[in-house]
């Protein structure tokens, strides 16, 4: 009896090791995705961005946690309260990471999603300067990640925005905008979140997605 | 059971309380103080945590024994230490050594103005030089707004402190050009061939400037083309003074395009009425391709062509002579190829140069007497840089540069040419001893086959960067270039002209202000003069010398006025020189002494247009008056020019550019031409020489054409 026990227990354990080497990647991430989804301040960006990095030098052939640090760094370069060297900072501190994802996943959606997104923060940094030149940039990213994948929600809510401000600039209609709205909503609902969450796929911007749509009703 | 469960229980408690080692401790600069957000983490593992607002941080780790602990943050070196994790608790203390980080790290910018969008320390977005109202999309235009330059408004070309046209160079890409405005008669002012919209930024300089930039006394402008145009589309302009049309292709490595224009002043000078006497007003026309390939991960080629023709017949009154005067006929041909290449190499190596090619053929008819000018400029170069760590970095080049010069007198066959071959090497240094201090030297070397004459230009320069973000910068160095081909057609023996420069610059921009202010003194040695005039100098020889000194100031501000961007612009220069026909040393035609400009754009959103004004002034061009005893002794009244301008955006392809000059109607005078005889008084009769029309006004509709509906021509304004 005490040996079987024993033998059990040691297949257990042996087991839990294993299980937890395979999925010790996927349970760190998942955690951090989630802490990143709620993070709200510049300390709590530059935690997850901090975190995703460590996650990159044990596994640097995946393309994610590339992603999300560059996301974690986005967002601080969105920060309207750091100064303009600051923000650059971050935002080059992005420009590295979405680089080295792009080599490991090319001609990825999300990638070049997220791209336009770091390029509309640096264009909000100093719009003055900078939206002349770079608002084109921002542009042909989104439509680029639309063209591998017509279905993305976050390129689409992105490029909402951008047509907002410009129909907002010409004064014309909102039509092409709240469309985007609306594809982006769609994309949105079809997904499944929880499988997404699972594979560790982006899911954020769904709130973007809800605020702009209250602007077209 | 009941034990088996409890001994368990116990073995996993005992385990993870054996298996857990917390380290604690604090992050700081080498000042001591925090550093806050730096990740700390165990190598190899997930284990790891970020300091706080303090530098402190605190976490677990269940790996045991030797372990390295890493630490990471911005700005500064990554430090590894090795601890020993017994599950005793460990405190650790690490101070960071900050890293060059050249996004932010302190620059030269003595003498230097740059135009970019990506580098911190510039005083002009590409954009702006489009959008400077007055400039009428012409590059050099919008540079003499900045300060160390002089408006010639009889001229257009720049004049750098004191300095004449001549002793600018103008590089594409890194590579000379030659003749880089349009021929144009005397007293008739030209423009800069090249379109503002080929590139992406510039860099000009009024001293002091790089080794990698030779044959040049008194400024250098680096104009940089695009990388990779964005999408393939269509863009065609309408404009009052002509037309024309660029198609841009986009493939994924590789982008084409490939443009014509046609201008003819005829339309518009017959509707508005001119001063000057046009037999033909001047027309042009230019096409030229532009090719980028992208070449492995980070390296580049380009090619790019430009071919044009233009032609005018002007007459000129001739001071004490009935009729229209003399009569100037010119017909020009000009053709530019630059092929370059930049590529990253291993080891931290770079290589960039290239190869470029002008060639220039004016016929200039002077009273029906046809005289036919070549020009050629031919360029090679090749660079290679070395990043031996990030502070430390050597750029080593070699080039080799062809000037041709050839005159003929067509009806007598008389024909004189110079083909002049010139090597040089260059050695240039970047040291940064910390973000805050950096030390560039250089040593430039050349040989001139025809001059058979060596020379050594040695610069160094040093910056120094404050607490409040400004920057103090030192510059000093040699400079040589040779006469003008003109001259040295006719001596060939010709050496080199010298200036050194002595500059001392603050800078610094901070929230959307920049403050730029810089003293410097400019000796001239060698300089060329002769006797005679411009057109047939006569016994030419190297007795000249001359000074220059001064200050400007420049403070830009996209602040304090709402939706308003504004720069102001003071140049104090001091300058005499006996140089070309001036027998002493004085103050030369194109050195006002005060030189101001304010430029000023405003963006109304509820117009979707963008208004612009410009004013620019100094206090007068001195000129010889033979009536009066001695040499440059009279000064014209002040310069003044006040433009606006008008950009309407009706939609997002479409732009109504709208823009005026002198909107005043002040009658400048930039200086007079004098009888080269007496008349029977003993009075020498004079000419004034003026501006082409009280006013130019422009009209242009640019629109373009692509999938992308949110494409537009801003830059092409």
Same mark, same amino acid.
């Given at each position: 009896?005490? &040996?079987?026990?024993?033998?059990?227990?040691?297949?257990?354990?042996?087991?839990?090791?294993?299980?937890?080497?395979?999925?010790?990647?996927?349970?760190?991430?998942?955690?951090?995705?989630?802490?990143?989804?709620?993070?709200?301040?510049?300390?709590?960006?530059?935690?997850?961005?901090?975190?995703?990095?460590?996650?990159?030098?044990?596994?640097?052939?995946?393309?994610?946690?590339?992603?999300?640090?560059?996301?974690?760094?986005?967002?601080?370069?969105?920060?309207?309260?750091?100064?303009?060297?600051?923000?650059?900072?971050?935002?080059?501190?992005?420009?590295?990471?979405?680089?080295?994802?792009?080599?490991?996943?090319?001609?990825?959606?999300?990638?070049?999603?997220?791209?336009?997104?770091?390029?509309?923060?640096?264009?909000?940094?100093?719009?003055?300067?900078?939206?002349?030149?770079?608002?084109?940039?921002?542009?042909?990213?989104?439509?680029?990640?639309? &063209?591998?994948?017509?279905?993305?929600?976050?390129?689409?809510?992105?490029?909402?925005?951008?047509?907002?401000?410009?129909?907002?600039?010409?004064?014309?209609?909102?039509?092409?905008?709240?469309?985007?709205?609306?594809?982006?909503?769609?994309?949105?609902?079809?997904?499944?979140?929880?499988?997404?969450?699972?594979?560790?796929?982006?899911?954020?911007?769904?709130?973007?997605?809800?605020?702009?749509?209250?602007?077209?009703? | 059971?009941?034990?088996?469960?409890?001994?368990?229980?116990?073995?996993?408690?005992?385990?993870?309380?054996?298996?857990?080692?917390?380290?604690?401790?604090?992050?700081?600069?080498?000042?001591?103080?925090?550093?806050?957000?730096?990740?700390?983490?165990?190598?190899?593992?997930?284990?790891?945590?970020?300091?706080?607002?303090?530098?402190?941080?605190?976490?677990?780790?269940?790996?045991?024994?030797?372990?390295?602990?890493?630490?990471?943050?911005?700005?500064?070196?990554?430090?590894?230490?090795?601890?020993?994790?017994?599950?005793?608790?460990?405190?650790?203390?690490?101070?960071?050594?900050?890293?060059?980080?050249?996004?932010?790290?302190?620059?030269?910018?003595?003498?230097?103005?740059?135009?970019?969008?990506?580098?911190?320390?510039?005083?002009?977005?590409?954009?702006?030089?489009?959008?400077?109202?007055?400039?009428?999309?012409?590059?050099?235009?919008?540079?003499?707004?900045?300060?160390?330059?002089?408006?010639?408004?009889?001229?257009?070309?720049?004049?750098?402190?004191?300095?004449?046209?001549?002793?600018?160079?103008?590089?594409?890409?890194?590579?000379?050009?030659?003749?880089?405005?349009?021929?144009?008669?005397?007293?008739?002012?030209?423009?800069?061939?090249?379109?503002?919209?080929?590139?992406?930024?510039?860099?000009?300089?009024?001293?002091?400037?790089?080794?990698?930039?030779?044959?040049?006394?008194?400024?250098?402008?680096?104009?940089?083309?695009?990388?990779?145009?964005?999408?393939?589309?269509?863009?065609?302009?309408?404009?009052?003074?002509?037309?024309?049309?660029?198609?841009?292709?986009?493939?994924?490595?590789?982008?084409?395009?490939?443009?014509?224009?046609?201008?003819?002043?005829?339309?518009?000078?017959?509707?508005?009425?001119?001063?000057?006497?046009?037999?033909?007003?001047?027309?042009?026309?230019?096409?030229?391709?532009?090719?980028?390939?992208?070449?492995?991960?980070?390296?580049?080629?380009?090619?790019?062509?430009?071919?044009?023709?233009?032609?005018?017949?002007?007459?000129?009154?001739?001071?004490?002579?009935?009729?229209?005067?003399?009569?100037?006929?010119?017909?020009?041909?000009?053709?530019?190829?630059?092929?370059?290449?930049?590529?990253?190499?291993?080891?931290?190596?770079?290589?960039?140069?290239?190869?470029?090619?002008?060639?220039?053929?004016?016929?200039?008819?002077?009273?029906?007497?046809?005289?036919?000018?070549?020009?050629?400029?031919?360029?090679?170069?090749?660079?290679?840089?070395?990043?031996?760590?990030?502070?430390?970095?050597?750029?080593?080049?070699?080039?080799?540069?062809?000037?041709?010069?050839?005159?003929?007198?067509?009806?007598?066959?008389?024909?004189?040419?110079?083909?002049?071959?010139?090597?040089?090497?260059?050695?240039?240094?970047?040291?940064?001893?910390?973000?805050?201090?950096?030390?560039?030297?250089?040593?430039?070397?050349?040989?001139?086959?025809?001059?058979?004459?060596?020379?050594?230009?040695?610069?160094?320069?040093?910056?120094?960067?404050?607490?409040?973000?400004?920057?103090?910068?030192?510059?000093?160095?040699?400079?040589?270039?040779?006469?003008?081909?003109?001259?040295?057609?006719?001596?060939?023996?010709?050496?080199?002209?010298?200036?050194?420069?002595?500059?001392?610059?603050?800078?610094?921009?901070?929230?959307?202000?920049?403050?730029?202010?810089?003293?410097?003194?400019?000796?001239?040695?060698?300089?060329?003069?002769?006797?005679?005039?411009?057109?047939?100098?006569?016994?030419?020889?190297?007795?000249?010398?001359?000074?220059?000194?001064?200050?400007?100031?420049?403070?830009?501000?996209?602040?304090?006025?709402?939706?308003?961007?504004?720069?102001?612009?003071?140049?104090?220069?001091?300058?005499?020189?006996?140089?070309?026909?001036?027998?002493?040393?004085?103050?030369?035609?194109?050195?006002?002494?005060?030189?101001?400009?304010?430029?000023?754009?405003?963006?109304?959103?509820?117009?979707?247009?963008?208004?612009?004004?410009?004013?620019?002034?100094?206090?007068?061009?001195?000129?010889?008056?033979?009536?009066?005893?001695?040499?440059?002794?009279?000064?014209?009244?002040?310069?003044?020019?006040?433009?606006?301008?008008?950009?309407?955006?009706?939609?997002?392809?479409?732009?109504?550019?709208?823009?005026?000059?002198?909107?005043?109607?002040?009658?400048?005078?930039?200086?007079?031409?004098?009888?080269?005889?007496?008349?029977?008084?003993?009075?020498?009769?004079?000419?004034?020489?003026?501006?082409?029309?009280?006013?130019?006004?422009?009209?242009?509709?640019?629109?373009?054409?692509?999938?992308?509906?949110?494409?537009?021509?801003?830059?092409?304004?």
């Amino acid at each position: 009896m005490k &040996k079987s026990l024993l033998t059990i227990i040691l297949i257990f354990a042996v087991m839990v090791s294993v299980f937890a080497q395979e999925t010790s990647y996927q349970n760190v991430m998942k955690t951090e995705i989630a802490k990143l989804d709620h993070a709200d301040s510049l300390n709590r960006f530059q935690q997850s961005a901090n975190a995703f990095s460590r996650i990159s030098q044990l596994n640097p052939k995946e393309w994610q946690p590339y992603y999300y640090g560059a996301l974690a760094y986005i967002y601080q370069g969105l920060d309207g309260a750091s100064s303009l060297e600051k923000r650059d900072e971050a935002l080059a501190k992005a420009e590295e990471l979405i680089k080295k994802a792009e080599v490991i996943s090319p001609d990825n959606a999300e990638i070049i999603a997220l791209e336009g997104f770091k390029v509309m923060a640096e264009v909000s940094a100093d719009p003055a300067s900078r939206g002349q030149t770079l608002s084109g940039k921002v542009m042909h990213n989104f439509s680029k990640a639309l &063209k591998i994948d017509p279905k993305n929600p976050r390129a689409a809510v992105l490029m909402a925005q951008m047509e907002f401000g410009m129909a907002r600039f010409f004064n014309s209609g909102t039509e092409k905008a709240c469309d985007l709205v609306k594809l982006s909503q769609r994309s949105f609902e079809a997904q499944n979140e929880e499988t997404l969450k699972a594979a560790l796929l982006p899911t954020w911007g769904k709130n973007l997605a809800d605020k702009l749509s209250k602007v077209c009703q | 059971m009941k034990t088996l469960l409890v001994s368990l229980t116990l073995l996993f408690v005992c385990c993870s309380v054996f298996g857990q080692t917390t380290i604690s401790g604090k992050i700081s600069d080498q000042k001591g103080t925090g550093i806050p957000g730096a990740n700390v983490f165990i190598k190899g593992t997930y284990d790891g945590v970020s300091s706080d607002e303090n530098g402190k941080f605190n976490f677990e780790t269940a790996a045991a024994n030797k372990q390295i602990i890493t630490v990471q943050a911005l700005g500064f070196k990554t430090q590894e230490i090795e601890i020993i994790c017994s599950g005793k608790p460990l405190s650790i203390q690490i101070s960071l050594t900050e890293s060059i980080d050249l996004l932010t790290a302190v620059t030269i910018s003595a003498g230097a103005m740059e135009a970019s969008d990506v580098k911190k320390s510039v005083v002009l977005k590409p954009i702006d030089i489009v959008t400077t109202s007055g400039a009428m999309g012409d590059i050099t235009a919008a540079l003499l707004t900045l300060p160390g330059t002089s408006t010639v408004g009889n001229d257009g070309r720049l004049f750098v402190r004191g300095g004449d046209a001549s002793e600018t160079s103008i590089f594409i890409d890194g590579l000379q050009v030659g003749n880089a405005y349009g021929s144009t008669a005397a007293n008739v002012p030209t423009r800069n061939r090249f379109s503002p919209n080929l590139f992406k930024g510039s860099f000009f300089s009024t001293g002091g400037y790089s080794v990698e930039y030779g044959q040049a006394l008194s400024s250098a402008l680096a104009l940089n083309t695009l990388d990779m145009p964005l999408r393939s589309q269509g863009d065609l302009s309408i404009m009052s003074l002509g037309g024309g049309y660029t198609q841009t292709f986009v493939g994924k490595e590789n982008a084409v395009t490939a443009s014509a224009n046609y201008y003819n002043l005829a339309p518009y000078q017959s509707l508005i009425s001119q001063k000057f006497d046009w037999e033909k007003s001047p027309a042009s026309w230019d096409t030229e391709i532009a090719m980028k390939q992208k070449w492995g991960k980070s390296g580049f080629i380009k090619a790019y062509a430009h071919t044009e023709g233009s032609s005018m017949t002007i007459w000129q009154p001739v001071p004490g002579e009935p009729g229209r005067g003399d009569r100037v006929r010119i017909n020009n041909r000009y053709s530019y190829g630059n092929l370059s290449f930049r590529q990253t190499g291993k080891n931290d190596w770079s290589f960039y140069g290239g190869l470029a090619y002008s060639h220039n053929r004016d016929l200039i008819n002077l009273n029906y007497e046809p005289i036919r000018q070549i020009n050629q400029v031919g360029h090679a170069k090749v660079v290679a840089t070395k990043d031996f760590n990030p502070q430390f970095s050597l750029k080593n080049g070699v080039e080799w540069y062809l000037k041709s010069f050839s005159e003929e007198r067509i009806d007598d066959k008389l024909k004189r040419g110079l083909h002049d071959h010139q090597l040089n090497h260059f050695l240039e240094t970047d040291y940064y001893f910390s973000n805050r201090l950096v030390f560039r030297g250089g040593l430039r070397s050349g040989f001139s086959t025809v001059a058979k004459h060596y020379w050594l230009d040695p610069r160094a320069s040093l910056a120094y960067k404050l607490n409040n973000q400004g920057q103090f910068s030192i510059a000093a160095g040699k400079f040589h270039q040779l006469p003008d081909e003109k001259l040295r057609v006719l001596q060939n023996d010709l050496q080199n002209a010298e200036a050194s420069h002595y500059i001392v610059n603050y800078f610094i921009v901070n929230n959307n202000r920049t403050l730029r202010a810089e003293a410097f003194y400019k000796t001239y040695e060698n300089l060329a003069t002769y006797s005679g005039t411009d057109q047939a100098p006569v016994r030419i020889a190297q007795t000249g010398s001359g000074y220059a000194r001064g200050a400007d100031v420049f403070y830009r501000d996209k602040k304090t006025v709402r939706n308003t961007d504004f720069w102001v612009t003071y140049s104090f220069v001091d300058s005499k020189r006996k140089y070309s026909v001036y027998e002493s040393k004085v103050q030369p035609s194109f050195a006002p002494k005060h030189n101001g400009s304010v430029v000023l754009k405003h963006f109304v959103s509820r117009l979707k247009s963008q208004l612009g004004t410009s004013w620019s002034w100094n206090s007068g061009y001195t000129f010889n008056d033979p009536n009066l005893p001695g040499e440059m002794q009279s000064k014209t009244k002040a310069y003044s020019d006040l433009s606006i301008s008008w950009s309407y955006l009706p939609k997002p392809n479409m732009i109504l550019h709208l823009a005026c000059s002198n909107v005043l109607g002040r009658n400048n005078v930039f200086g007079y031409k004098y009888a080269s005889q007496p008349d029977e008084t003993g009075f020498f009769e004079r000419t004034q020489i003026g501006q082409g029309a009280t006013r130019m006004i422009f009209a242009g509709l640019f629109i373009t054409l692509s999938k992308d509906k949110t494409a537009n021509q801003l830059n092409n304004l």
